[in-house]
């Protein structure tokens, strides 16, 4: 036997069981052990989308339109295909800039407009208290029926009419109680409620299971399994149509507009909001959602047809299919069963409620009530020093006043729908808000204006389409209202709209509020022209992929303000506790051990605007933040300043990290020129230095000898002849090193003159031998050359310095050797390419480690007081340098002891082709 | 009187020139033509003055002069250096070696001698 206090013990049981279940989530969440971080619980809790509609009303539905049930879940179906990227995107926003309603999400695109958060609530509202009144409808009915156990009465026949009522009135008390309980101990600026997350996802799986175990009793239990049960009703033949699809145009218009509707309806119902996207933890558990909420739906709706096929079949017209989940276990007797149902659907019906209220009233404290009171300037409210109270009494006050709204909505309306229906008139109000939403994910150009006139005139057209007409069937207007439309214009007929017939309602009223929705926003928008924030908004909303929020959103905050500012501001609404707890771990994060280190940047007051956006709303946010920072909203030309600075002082920075890299590049040139210009002056130096050196030897000597002459005229005369005959070798040496110092700087300079012509080097070796014969007779020392009469190629030189070099090796060969006993060799060789000239010497040979040096300036190598007249240590330098640049090298082979030869090679003129041309046409 | 000079230089005609100018003043005079004879000739000859050329085969004077200064038996004696180098580092450089008094080529033979004469007393 169920007696009413049973099933009020097993209902305040479930809620009991319910709010354990949240207050254990809660309390996890605390500690930081969080069990909804998973996406298990995240699909399940998605299934709060699934509310006595479907748990009584998909039967109802199916009982009279066959699978006329199917689209609306076949509409989230098809959308959680795309979840990963319109549903993330809203998420990523969300989480972005702490946006924590859907009121808040499309206020916030279009500039943070608290009127456009205020229009959203009221339709919010008013869409969505149908929704809820038919979830006191539900379970109301389902307690005054199952207290009626054994006989299956209905509401409306029941003989304690009044009680029913009654009962619908505590309901809605009750559960306006446990929504408080559960949504609004605490503030928190996300928004989040973990615990009660939890609970839904606990009651998704009761009234699944509750849902399941009705279906397989009445499948397997009352008849023989799926087959028997479409077998039996298909020999019924007022059954049969619903097993097909009726052929009409009509149908699938209608089955088109609520996939489309249902569609919509998963993404803009508050409570789709709230759990979608306020209460996700990871945005990556999208990815399991997308395939366990459509299997959720697929397990729900198996057993939606046996058990409306079985109810008909079994009571026929007398019982509301709406019950049959409920009474077809009673009219088999069996209690837990029926018991169960019924937890199944308060399950269902308690869950829609709790998160549906609390997401409205989230709304309505945030964007309708909070604004009016923080703008009603007699309040005070801006010097309140702890505002959170006042804002969870708000929100407690806005819970309650919708449940009455949906009680008084049940009571005038409550008998005129059916279950789905009821939902139905939800679901198109709530779908005016697609456009503005989809609009903010990826079209730049939606206005302000174009929001607020898409929005009103998509609600209105609801109103008039479906709402007064709701009225109108329920006595409220004049039946005529629908029959011949307002003042019997039947072209306004409102569900016959200028003349469109053929559809049903839900259709009817979607084709012309989306139409009028859509039309308005995007006509609007593209009149008009968006203002700085907008544009700023679009952005931050389009490309939210593509930005990092918290610095990009800072970048349009130009002002600053200190902590001593917001933390008070902060405080009010949040608490000053909890504000300061935010404010700390924002300052660790960025590094810093206290508050006071904390600088007034405009990173800072974005900080602050987030946190108060997600207890007051992005608009209201806004507008305090703007209180305290004495800040204007920037002008559309300031933004593009910005914009146009940012654009510039990017490319700016690349400019100069080029430059820099090329500064860089330059430094590192100029720092090895430099060296290198340090070397060659000092090597300078050290030339200078070498030639006054060996310049001032000889005037020494001349010097000296001059004086000593000068001042004894007594010299004898062979010591006066050796004195003068040294001034005059000393002045030949002076002279000569004179020129060929001279001679060295032009040819390292490049302004030697050359007068180059093509010469026979036997003519120029034959001349240099002559020139220095003298030197050899004195010298007694043999001169040889090993050539005669060869004919040599000529080679292209000048004359003079070739001569030059030959006298100056001829020279040094003459000052090495032992006079009498020396013997000097010139050979010459031809190669390929090269015409080489050796001049041996018998001398004392040079050590292999002086064989470069002797090339080097002023170097001297070897006996020094051989009595012969020194070289100037220029000769061999200069040599070097002239075959150099002939085009030739000069070098020395040398042992100790085994003489030296100095060897020169001059290129010879290509060789003329002849030879090919030859072998070429040997071949040919 | 028989005081004792020794020339260290390398070029001939210097040499030359400064031995005749110490033989008419009356000078013993020894010859070295490089830093090592020159060193030599100075620990056995005990020479009171030394002309150190700076620029020498073997052993330039600088190194000559320090090593003389190092040497007790030769701490008495003058020595001039003779250096056709006319940089102020070198001068420096020579003084810091210990000479008594530093010539820049081409020198005046009238103001050597005096110099000569006079560190001599």
């Known amino acids: 036997m169920l007696q009413g206090w049973v099933i009020l013990l097993v209902a305040f049981a479930y809620l009991g069981v319910l709010f354990a279940v949240a207050y254990y989530g809660d309390k996890r969440a605390e500690a930081r052990r969080s069990i909804i971080a998973n996406p298990y619980i995240y699909a399940l809790s998605l299934a709060v989308y699934c509310s006595t509609w479907t748990f009584y009303g998909s039967v109802g539905r199916a009982a009279s339109t066959g699978i006329g049930f199917l689209p609306i879940y076949l509409g989230p179906t098809l959308t959680a295909a795309l979840w990963w990227f319109a549903m993330r995107k809203i998420i990523r926003i969300s989480k972005a800039y702490r946006i924590t309603s859907i009121a808040d999400f499309i206020a916030n695109r279009y500039g943070k407009s608290q009127l456009l958060a205020g229009l959203v609530t009221v339709i919010a509202v008013l869409g969505v208290v149908p929704y809820i009144s038919l979830q006191l409808k539900a379970i109301s009915g389902s307690f005054t029926i199952l207290s009626n156990y054994p006989n299956v009465v209905m509401p409306s026949q029941a003989v304690a009419q009044s009680f029913a009522n009654n009962t619908a009135l505590y309901l809605a008390l009750m559960l306006a109680a446990f929504t408080i309980l559960f949504g609004t101990r605490h503030l928190d600026a996300t928004e989040r409620h973990e615990g009660m997350v939890a609970a839904i996802a606990f009651e998704s799986v009761v009234k699944l299971l509750a849902f399941l175990v009705v279906g397989a009793f009445v499948t397997f239990g009352v008849y023989r399994g799926f087959g028997d049960i479409f077998r039996l009703a298909q020999q019924e033949p007022s059954l049969r149509p619903l097993m097909t699809v009726p052929d009409t145009s009509g149908n699938y218009t209608s089955w088109g507009f609520l996939i489309l509707l249902s569609m919509l309806s998963i993404f803009a119902l508050p409570r789709q909001f709230q759990i979608a996207v306020v209460e996700n933890v990871d945005e990556d558990h999208l990815r399991k959602a997308t395939w366990l909420f459509p299997l959720y739906l697929l397990l729900i709706n198996v057993f939606v047809l046996p058990i409306a096929l079985g109810g008909l079949m079994v009571f026929g017209p007398g019982v509301d299919a709406d019950t049959f989940v409920l009474t077809l276990p009673m009219a088999h007797q069996k209690e837990a069963i029926a018991a169960f149902a019924f937890v199944g659907g308060l399950s269902a019906g308690t869950g829609m409620v709790i998160v549906e209220t609390i997401a409205l009233s989230t709304m309505v404290c945030n964007d309708l009530v909070m604004p009016v009171l923080l703008r009603w300037k007699s309040l005070r409210l801006n010097e309140r020093a702890d505002l959170s109270r006042l804002l969870l009494l708000i929100r407690r006050c806005a819970i309650t006043g919708i449940l009455m709204l949906g009680y008084i909505h049940f009571r005038a309306a409550g008998e005129a729908y059916a279950l789905v229906a009821t939902g139905l008139i939800s679901f198109a109000a709530v779908a005016q808000f697609a456009p503005a939403m989809f609009g903010s994910l990826y079209w730049r150009g939606g206005t302000h204006a174009g929001a607020i006139a898409g929005l009103s005139g998509g609600f209105a057209v609801w109103a008039y389409t479906l709402l007064l007409p709701s009225f109108a069937k329920s006595g409220w207007l004049p039946e005529t209202f629908i029959t011949a439309g307002p003042l019997g214009i039947s072209l306004l007929k409102p569900q016959e709209l200028f003349g469109l017939t053929g559809m049903d309602e839900i259709s009817h009223c979607l084709f012309w509020s989306l139409l009028a929705n859509v039309g308005l926003l995007v006509g609007v928008s593209l009149l008009g022209r968006q203002n700085a924030n907008e544009t700023e908004q679009a952005t931050l909303f389009v490309d939210v992929f593509r930005r990092t929020p918290a610095l990009e959103r800072s970048a349009f905050w130009r002002a600053s303000a200190s902590v001593a500012d917001l933390l008070p501001l902060i405080g009010r609404f949040l608490g000053p506790d909890r504000a300061r707890e935010s404010f700390l771990a924002y300052a660790r994060r960025r590094g810093m051990a206290s508050l006071d280190d904390l600088s007034a940047d405009r990173d800072l007051v974005a900080f602050a605007e987030n946190q108060l956006a997600g207890a007051i709303g992005g608009a209201s946010a806004r507008v305090m933040i703007a209180s305290v920072v004495q800040q204007q909203a920037p002008g559309i030309d300031e933004v593009m300043n910005i914009l146009d600075e940012a654009s510039q002082v990017r490319a700016y920075s690349r400019q100069l990290e080029q430059k820099s890299k090329q500064l860089e590049e330059a430094t590192s040139e100029l720092r090895a020129a430099n060296k290198a210009l340090q070397e060659l002056d000092r090597m300078k130096d050290d030339f200078v230095s070498t030639v006054t050196h060996e310049l001032r030897t000889p005037l020494t000597s001349i010097r000296a000898f001059s004086e000593i002459l000068l001042d004894d005229p007594e010299i004898r005369l062979p010591d006066r002849k050796r004195f003068l005959a040294t001034i005059v070798k000393e002045t030949q040496r002076l002279t000569r090193l004179i020129n060929q110092v001279l001679e060295l700087a032009k040819i390292e300079s490049g302004s030697a003159e050359w007068h180059t012509t093509e010469l026979d080097v036997k003519d120029v070796i034959r001349e240099s031998v002559e020139t220095t014969s003298q030197l050899f007779r004195e010298s007694r020392i043999g001169i040889f050359t090993a050539f005669d009469g060869e004919v040599l190629p000529r080679v292209t030189a000048d004359r003079d310095r070739l001569m030059q070099v030959l006298i100056n090796l001829l020279s040094n060969a003459v000052n090495v050797c032992r006079p009498g006993e020396g013997r000097v060799e010139i050979r010459l060789g031809i190669s390929r390419n090269f015409l080489r000239v050796d001049v041996r010497d018998n001398g004392p040979g040079i050590a292999a480690g002086d064989h470069e040096k002797v090339f080097e300036k002023f170097r001297q190598v070897g006996d020094t007081l051989t009595g012969k007249p020194r070289g100037t240590g220029l000769g061999l330098p200069i040599s070097r340098r002239i075959i150099e640049h002939f085009g030739g090298r000069l070098w020395v082979e040398s042992d100790l002891g085994e003489g030296a030869t100095f060897s020169f090679t001059l290129p010879l003129p290509r060789p003329p082709a002849d030879s090919d041309v030859t072998v070429a046409q040997a071949a040919g | ?121």
Not at chain 2, 19 to 36: N, T
Not at chain 2, 85 to 104: E, H, N, P, S
Not at chain 2, 108 to 118: C, D, H, I, N
């Open chain 2, 1 to 121: 009187m028989g005081k004792r000079i020794l020339i260290v230089d390398d070029e001939p005609n210097i040499v030359t020139s400064l031995e005749y100018l110490m033989k008419r003043e009356g000078y013993e005079v020894q010859i070295a033509v490089d830093g090592e004879a020159g060193l030599k000739a100075a620990a056995g000859g005990a020479p009171d003055l030394i002309l150190l050329d700076i620029m020498l085969p073997k052993m330039n004077g600088f190194e000559v002069c320090e090593r003389l200064r190092g040497d007790p038996r030769c701490r008495g004696v003058k020595i001039v250096m003779l250096t056709a180098k006319g940089r102020q580092a070198d001068t420096a450089r020579g003084m810091a070696a210990g000479a008594d008094l530093y010539v820049t080529k081409p020198f005046s033979t009238r103001e050597l001698v005096a110099q000569v004469k006079q560190m001599l007393g």
